[in-house]
DNA sequence: ATATTAGTTGAGAGCGCTCTCAAAGATAAG
DNA sequence: CTTATCTTTGAGAGCGCTCTCAACTAATAT
C-alpha cells in the first residue's frame, strides 16, 4: 500500500523496527511505535520482535509463553517482563496454522423454528455455552440457518474450512438430523439433548427429562389429581422423554391413560394456549405443561375461560425459566439446569477435541421440582413432606 | 501421532499422497482417499494438491478461486472440474495468515443486564446479524460477558490476537462505554443503537426513537387523552430518546410535562409492573411503555387492579414483538425493524473492515406504528384517517 | 577419567495460503 | 520484422506461529 493513495489511512503497517541490535535504540523505536499507535493502526507484535527485545530467539518465546519445562528462570522472568510491558499476545491465526487448532468452536441452530427466537431458554443456553468458552479461552461462533440452503453451504464450509475445532448442535431436527454428516466428518461434536437417531454413537448433554416428567405427575397424584392432561411436545426427544415419564408414572399408580387428555405444542405461548383448548373440553384436574411458555399461554386461556388455577385446575410445568415467576399464580416448575448443560457440553468438547474420550459420553443432569402456587400444594399438604435433594419449595 | 498409541484413533493425517505425476496413478490415489475418509480423518486438500490434479501451479489455483482475470478458459475450466469433484474449500487459517483478514465478525454484548438475557429484542437482533453474516460468508463470533474481569481478559485478546476483523456492540453501558477502548485501538466496530459519548466519532445504526415515540404520543393525543403517562428507561440512549420524542410531541400540543407521569424501567417485565404500580395513582388515561416487555408486566398489574385496557387507559408501546400479540387486548406499538437493524450493520461493518467509508456513517432506520386494541383507536377513529406509509392497521 | 543424562537454547523447516515478480507466448502497432 | 502491449503462467517469498533437531552446557553415573 503507498502513501499517496488515501493519504493517512488507519492501516499503514509498520514492520521490522526493531532490526537494530543496540538495545537503547530498539526502546527508542518501541516509544515511537506507541506514540505511532495512538494516531493509526500499528502492526502487532510478533514472537520474533519480543524475542528481540528480550535477548532470546523466536522460540524461546515461544516456550515461555506455551509453559514449556527446560526454561532456566532468568530468561523465563526476561522474556515475561517485555511480553507484560508490551502486552505482547501471540497472532491467533499464525498459531491455529501452526497447530492446526483454531480454538474457535461452533454452536450450531439446525431447526428454523420460530420457537428458537422466542423461547427464553435458548438465550439462556447460549449464555452457559459462552461462560464455559470464555472460561477456556475459546472463540464462540454462533451459526443460526434462515434457509435450507444456507444451511447446507455453510455446514459445508465449517466441515471443510478446517476454522472450527468442533460443534455444539442444539434444536436439531428429529427428521433429517445433521448429525450424520457430522459423524461422516469426524468433526467432534457435542448434542444439546438426546440425538433420536444412533445416540450410541454420539456425545451428547441432556437433562434427566423422564426423570423430571416423572417428578412433575407424581407430585400432581401424590395431590389427589386423577384427570392429569399433559401438554408435550412432538417434535423432538425431550417432549417424547417427558411424555414417556408422564405415561410411565400414571401406569405404576394404575391410572389408566386417556388419549384424550394428551396433547402436543410447540414450546411457543400460542402453542400452549391452543393445546389448552382442545383439552378443556376433556375437564383435566390437573395438567403437566411440557414447558414454561406453553404454561403461559395455557394459563391465559384458562383465565380468559374464568376457569381458577389452582383451584379447578392444577398446573405443573417445565424448564423453570422467568416467566415461571411472572405468572399468577406463580408457577410449579420442573427446573433444567440449562446453563449448566451449556457448560458441561462445551467442557465434552474441549475433551473430544484433544482425543481424551474414547467412548462415546453421555451426560445426563438431574431435574429439580420447584413447587410454587400453581399445583395447589400449598392449599393441599404439609409442605414438610416434600424434604427432598431435588425438591424446592418457593411458594 | 505412533500408530500404536490408541489404535484407529480417528486422526491419521495423511498428505503428500499426489506427489507422483501419473494422472491415472493420482486418480486411483484419490479413490483409496475417499475410501479412507470413511474410517478415520483425512487431511484435507491443499492448493498445492489440487494444482497437480489439474496440472497447474498453486498461484494458478488460487488465481481461480479468488476470480482474477486473465486465466485462460481451458485451465479455468479443469481446475474448476477438480475443485468440484474433490469438494476441496481453502483452509481459513492458511488464508487468513496470508491475507492479513479473518472474514471473522465479533457480535459484543458489554451489558450483564438481566433484560439481555430475557428481552426477545435480543435473539431477533442475532438473527439478523446472523443472517447477514452467513450471507456475506463472515463467522459470526459471540462475546457475552459475566463478570468484568471476563470483559476485560476477553476483550484484550480480540483487541490484539488479529483473530477478529470488526466488530458489532450493542447493549453498550452508558457509563464505561467500551467504545474508547475501541477507538484507541482502531478495531473497526458498528454500534447498535446510539452511543452516549462521541456518537460523532462513531459508526452507528439506531432506529428512528424519536420520531417512533412521536408517533405513538401523537397517536395518543389525537384520539384524545390528555393524562399521558410514560414508562420510559434510564439506562440506555434509546429510552433517551424516546422519552425526548415523548416529552417534544405533547410541549407541541401545549399540553404541560407533569414529571409523575415520567417513570423508568429496565426493559423488564417486572419494572414494567414496578413503573405501572407507580402511575397508577396519578391516574394517567394513557401510558405509552417503551417496550413490549415492560407492557407486558404494566396490563398484568392493571388487569389485577381491575383497570381495564383500552377503556380505562390507552397503552402503547415500542418494538413488535412476540408478546405484543399474545396480550388481551392486543398491543398498539411501534415496530421496530430490528432484524434489518442487525443485517445493516453487518453491512456497515465490512465497508468499514475494507477501508470503503471515509467519514463516521450514521444509518437511522425508520420505525412503523402498528395499531391494534390496546390504545381505543378502534373504538374511537375512523381507522381509514391513519392510511399513512408509517402506519399500519392491525385490529 | 569418561560416558550418560538432563537442562537450555537457537536454527530452521514447515502449516496452506496470497501476492509480487518475472518470464514466456500471443497479439497489435509501427 | 521489430517493438510494445496484453495475456497467461509459475517460482518463490512471505504471513507469524509450532515443533523437531541438533548443539551446547552442566550435572550425574560409571
Redesign the pocket.
Given at each position: 500500500m503507498s502513501l499517496d493513495n488515501g493519504m493517512f489511512r488507519p492501516l499503514i503497517?509498520v514492520?521490522?523496527i526493531f532490526l537494530t541490535t543496540d538495545l537503547k535504540v530498539r526502546y527508542a523505536l518501541y516509544s515511537l511505535l506507541r506514540a505511532l499507535s495512538k494516531v493509526c493502526k500499528v502492526?502487532?507484535?510478533?514472537?520474533?520482535?519480543?524475542?528481540k527485545l528480550a535477548?532470546?530467539?523466536?522460540?524461546?518465546?515461544?516456550?515461555v509463553?506455551?509453559d514449556?519445562?527446560?526454561?532456566?528462570?532468568?530468561?523465563?522472568e526476561r522474556v515475561q517482563r517485555v511480553i507484560a510491558e508490551t502486552g505482547?499476545?501471540?497472532?491467533m491465526?499464525?498459531?491455529s496454522?501452526?497447530?492446526?487448532?483454531s480454538n474457535i468452536i461452533g454452536l450450531v441452530i439446525p431447526s428454523q423454528a420460530y420457537a428458537v427466537f422466542t423461547d427464553p431458554y435458548f438465550p439462556r443456553l447460549i449464555q452457559g455455552v459462552s461462560q464455559a468458552s470464555n472460561q477456556y479461552k475459546l472463540t464462540l461462533s454462533l451459526f443460526l440457518f434462515h434457509s435450507r440452503e444456507e444451511e447446507d453451504f455453510t455446514m459445508k464450509s465449517i466441515l471443510n474450512t478446517?476454522l472450527i475445532d468442533g460443534l455444539i448442535i442444539t434444536a436439531d431436527r428429529k427428521e433429517d438430523s445433521i448429525i450424520p454428516r457430522l459423524l461422516r466428518h469426524h468433526m467432534p461434536f457435542v448434542v444439546i439433548g438426546r440425538p433420536d437417531t444412533t445416540p450410541e454413537k454420539v456425545n451428547f448433554v441432556d437433562t434427566d427429562n423422564v426423570a423430571g416428567a416423572r417428578m412433575a405427575t407424581e407430585h400432581l397424584v401424590s395431590l389427589g389429581y386423577e384427570r392429569i392432561g399433559i401438554i408435550a411436545t412432538d417434535e423432538n426427544t425431550a417432549g417424547d422423554d417427558r411424555l414417556h415419564g408422564y405415561v410411565a408414572t400414571l401406569e405404576e399408580h394404575g391410572i389408566a391413560i386417556d388419549d384424550k387428555l394428551i396433547t402436543y405444542g410447540d414450546f411457543s405461548v400460542q402453542s400452549g394456549a391452543q393445546a389448552m383448548k382442545e383439552l378443556m373440553p376433556e375437564q383435566p384436574d390437573a395438567v403437566f405443561v411440557c414447558s414454561d411458555s406453553m404454561a403461559l399461554g395455557a394459563m391465559t386461556v384458562l383465565r380468559e375461560a374464568g376457569i381458577s388455577v389452582p383451584d379447578e385446575i392444577a398446573i405443573v410445568s417445565f424448564d423453570d425459566l422467568p416467566p415461571a415467576t411472572q405468572t399468577e399464580p406463580r408457577l410449579t416448575t420442573v427446573r433444567q439446569p440449562i446453563s449448566q448443560t451449556g457448560q458441561m457440553a462445551v467442557e465434552l468438547l474441549r475433551k473430544l477435541i484433544s482425543s481424551d474420550v474414547d467412548h462415546p459420553v453421555h451426560t445426563i443432569l438431574p431435574n429439580q421440582l420447584i413447587i410454587r402456587s400453581s399445583c395447589g400444594a400449598a392449599q393441599i399438604k404439609n409442605l414438610h413432606d416434600y424434604i427432598d435433594k431435588n425438591v424446592v419449595i418457593d411458594v
Amino acid at each position: 500500500m503507498s502513501l499517496d493513495n488515501g493519504m493517512f489511512r488507519p492501516l499503514i503497517h509498520v514492520t521490522q523496527i526493531f532490526l537494530t541490535t543496540d538495545l537503547k535504540v530498539r526502546y527508542a523505536l518501541y516509544s515511537l511505535l506507541r506514540a505511532l499507535s495512538k494516531v493509526c493502526k500499528v502492526k502487532n507484535l510478533t514472537l520474533e520482535e519480543i524475542g528481540k527485545l528480550a535477548g532470546v530467539s523466536r522460540a524461546t518465546v515461544s516456550r515461555v509463553i506455551n509453559d514449556y519445562p527446560y526454561i532456566s528462570p532468568e530468561v523465563r522472568e526476561r522474556v515475561q517482563r517485555v511480553i507484560a510491558e508490551t502486552g505482547y499476545q501471540p497472532n491467533m491465526i499464525a498459531r491455529s496454522l501452526a497447530s492446526d487448532r483454531s480454538n474457535i468452536i461452533g454452536l450450531v441452530i439446525p431447526s428454523q423454528a420460530y420457537a428458537v427466537f422466542t423461547d427464553p431458554y435458548f438465550p439462556r443456553l447460549i449464555q452457559g455455552v459462552s461462560q464455559a468458552s470464555n472460561q477456556y479461552k475459546l472463540t464462540l461462533s454462533l451459526f443460526l440457518f434462515h434457509s435450507r440452503e444456507e444451511e447446507d453451504f455453510t455446514m459445508k464450509s465449517i466441515l471443510n474450512t478446517g476454522l472450527i475445532d468442533g460443534l455444539i448442535i442444539t434444536a436439531d431436527r428429529k427428521e433429517d438430523s445433521i448429525i450424520p454428516r457430522l459423524l461422516r466428518h469426524h468433526m467432534p461434536f457435542v448434542v444439546i439433548g438426546r440425538p433420536d437417531t444412533t445416540p450410541e454413537k454420539v456425545n451428547f448433554v441432556d437433562t434427566d427429562n423422564v426423570a423430571g416428567a416423572r417428578m412433575a405427575t407424581e407430585h400432581l397424584v401424590s395431590l389427589g389429581y386423577e384427570r392429569i392432561g399433559i401438554i408435550a411436545t412432538d417434535e423432538n426427544t425431550a417432549g417424547d422423554d417427558r411424555l414417556h415419564g408422564y405415561v410411565a408414572t400414571l401406569e405404576e399408580h394404575g391410572i389408566a391413560i386417556d388419549d384424550k387428555l394428551i396433547t402436543y405444542g410447540d414450546f411457543s405461548v400460542q402453542s400452549g394456549a391452543q393445546a389448552m383448548k382442545e383439552l378443556m373440553p376433556e375437564q383435566p384436574d390437573a395438567v403437566f405443561v411440557c414447558s414454561d411458555s406453553m404454561a403461559l399461554g395455557a394459563m391465559t386461556v384458562l383465565r380468559e375461560a374464568g376457569i381458577s388455577v389452582p383451584d379447578e385446575i392444577a398446573i405443573v410445568s417445565f424448564d423453570d425459566l422467568p416467566p415461571a415467576t411472572q405468572t399468577e399464580p406463580r408457577l410449579t416448575t420442573v427446573r433444567q439446569p440449562i446453563s449448566q448443560t451449556g457448560q458441561m457440553a462445551v467442557e465434552l468438547l474441549r475433551k473430544l477435541i484433544s482425543s481424551d474420550v474414547d467412548h462415546p459420553v453421555h451426560t445426563i443432569l438431574p431435574n429439580q421440582l420447584i413447587i410454587r402456587s400453581s399445583c395447589g400444594a400449598a392449599q393441599i399438604k404439609n409442605l414438610h413432606d416434600y424434604i427432598d435433594k431435588n425438591v424446592v419449595i418457593d411458594v
